[in-house]
């Protein structure tokens, strides 16, 4: 089912706020990694807002939808929306990378802030979606397990020990949604380590797997739609991005992967994002 | 023969039976199964000789097989984890400790889940598998690792209670188990608890700290030592972390030397664990037996111990010229 309007525009007021809150904690930080969440902020802000079973009232619920950010670098993007979400309040953002945060660089496992799983250490979050897929199948919970990976991630072997156990098992409630920016932090993903076609991978382990554009909201809910409908196999959502988007001195350059904007980098960013 | 006290086990000679703390392991864990609706199990390829078969045949549902593919497979444990179950992970301890410990360090212990790594085949005693397979480094990389609990079972009777009370523990637990067939040496109601050593020959003239298949040798090692006089105190160390502290400062103090003897590389394992103790609290005359900074080699088992000093004989030679360094 297609989008309502007014669902569309709370999910673009979602990806906004991830835009400003990724600029203004990283900023605060003086560290971080704004490039990823930048460019995640349109599909996460659409899983979160449409898909995602995962706020203030559901959080206790044993059979609520799980999310594991495989790439943890970007957790500037989940907790603002996790923050939107009424997991906590948007004062504690600025705490982020802070000694005594439990926002902590890379995402540490807060069962109370809906931060399900510690990442950080690429390649690891996918077998953990697949555990929590098993046991949520083992439970007969309607649990949809969500892992968030990317193209730089693809190039971790571990990555394909998952794909291939999910298939195996056939885990309909898991699904991937690969952001890929083709930038990783040595530079063009495609001449540092070029992991090809990941759709034609994924489908290759024997997944459902599509291309969208990570920037169209409604193709992302589209295809999040049709891999809940997917029943005998995992889905792969290849989101294809721009890093750093919506900030245009940001946007495709490797070196905003993981350096945090200063002052007046801060203010143009903001000012671009209509702050 | 075997009588155990609120304190002592007194133990006059092993007792001849003979059995692998993997086959206990598998044991245990169908027991357990039976009695745990939330425990899962998961093996790499190799569930006949880890002996979950036993498990995935009684309870099929709750087995999963992972496949040559051990990184993913502790990824996997600590999903299950994280939505609530208990999960035992095995392997050989080379594989399960060796291969997958980015993993266990990333997802199972900074996230502190409930993940039982239940790890067979560590140490020499695998015999003619060779170096590529025999473990000597296990307890060194699990050891380090915050929150993890490491065990390493004396003999069949302790591996059977300690996979039980990894099972009780809340947070992840490493098991070393072996694939040899080794001696039984405790008595069928010896109580294992984490964290707790028990001394299993009284003796005051110095102290053999042992854990897995050395700790048979260390008790044949004392009744040798007896014919020079020397009355060892022979300590069974099965909870490698946290160790014993309390005992094992009383033993230094009364004793006024400690020899450790393990089937692991010397230094990393519970030699290294227990100097560093005791250089902090009761320093003491020690030695310390196990692999020197080698890998192994193919054979049979109870030659291999011979050939690398692990053997009685060998830990009573290291314990006589232990004494001569006592003041």
Redesign the interface.
């Known amino acids: 089912m297609a989008l309502t309007p007014d669902r569309k525009r709370d999910i673009e007021r979602a990806a906004r706020r991830v835009r400003i809150d990724t600029i203004e904690m990283t900023h605060a930080a003086k560290c971080g990694h704004p490039g990823g969440p930048l460019g995640m902020a349109d599909f996460m802000a659409t899983l979160f807002m449409a898909h995602l079973r995962l706020d203030g009232e559901t959080l206790h619920d044993p059979d609520r939808d799980r999310l594991v950010l495989g790439n943890g670098h970007t957790c500037a993007g989940l907790y603002s929306l996790l923050s939107q979400k009424g997991l906590f309040p948007p004062e504690l953002l600025a705490t982020f990378r802070k000694l005594g945060s439990p926002l902590q660089g890379h995402p540490h496992r807060n069962p109370e802030l809906g931060i399900d799983m510690s990442t950080g250490s690429l390649g690891n979050g996918l077998s953990v979606g697949v555990g929590m897929a098993l046991a949520a199948r083992l439970n007969g919970w309607s649990s949809r397990i969500y892992v968030a990976s990317s193209d730089g991630e693809s190039q971790e072997g571990q990555i394909w020990e998952a794909a291939t156990s999910a298939a195996h098992y056939g885990l309909s409630n898991l699904c991937v949604l690969v952001d890929f920016n083709n930038i990783q932090i040595d530079g063009v993903m495609r001449e540092v380590m070029d992991v090809r076609d990941l759709r034609a991978k994924y489908e290759a382990f024997g997944w459902h797997a599509v291309d969208v554009d990570g920037h169209d909201i409604d193709a992302v809910d589209g295809a999040l739609c049709e891999a809940r409908e997917t029943d005998d196999r995992p889905s792969a959502i290849i989101c294809h991005t721009t890093l750093g988007k919506g900030v245009s001195f940001m946007e495709n350059e490797a070196g905003w992967h993981g350096v945090a904007p200063d002052d007046e980098q801060a203010t143009r960013a903001l000012a671009e994002l209509g702050v | 023969m075997l009588a155990e006290t609120s304190e002592t086990t007194t133990v006059d000679t092993p007792s001849a039976k003979k059995v692998a703390t993997r086959d206990a392991y598998g044991e245990a864990l169908v027991e357990l199964g039976r009695e745990r609706e939330d425990l ?1 199990v998961l093996d790499a390829d190799l569930s006949g000789s880890t002996r979950t078969k036993g498990f995935s045949k009684a309870f099929p ?2 087995f ?1 097989n ?2 040559v ?1 051990e ?15 208990t ?1 035992f992970a095995s392997s050989f301890a080379m594989f399960a400790a060796g291969k997958a410990w ?2 266990i ?3 199972i212990c ?2 502190q889940l409930d993940v039982k790594i239940c790890a067979s085949h560590a140490g020499l005693t695998v015999g003619e598998d060779g170096k590529s397979h025999q473990m000597l480094e296990d307890l060194t990389i699990m050891g380090v690792l915050p929150h993890m609990t490491v065990i390493v079972p004396a003999d069949a009777v302790e591996a059977r209670g300690a996979v039980r009370a990894a099972a009780d523990l809340d947070g992840p637990v490493y098991v070393r188990l072996s694939r040899a067939p080794t001696p039984v040496v405790l008595p069928q109601e010896h109580r294992f608890e984490v964290g707790k050593a028990t001394t299993l020959r009284d003796g005051s003239d110095l102290a053999i700290v042992a854990c897995g298949v050395e700790v048979g040798a260390a008790l044949d090692a004392a009744a040798l030592l007896t014919a020079d006089g020397i009355e060892a105190r022979v300590i069974n160390m099965a909870t490698i972390k946290p160790l014993d502290e309390e005992l094992l400062r009383r033993a230094a103090v009364e004793c006024g030397a400690v020899l450790t003897a393990e089937e692991h590389q010397v230094r990393g394992g519970l030699g290294s664990a227990v100097s560093d103790l005791l250089a902090r609290t009761s320093p003491v005359p020690m030695d310390m037996v196990g692999v020197e900074d080698t890998f192994g080699e193919s054979g049979r088992a109870e030659e291999l111990l011979v050939r690398f000093g692990l053997d009685a004989a060998s830990l009573a030679t290291r314990a006589r010229a232990l004494m001569e360094r006592k003041s």
């Open positions: 899962v549902e709750r999963f992972m496949g593919a990184a993913n497979m502790m990824g996997t444990a600590a999903g299950l984890a994280a939505m609530g179950k999960v980015e993993q360090r990333q997802s900074i996230p």
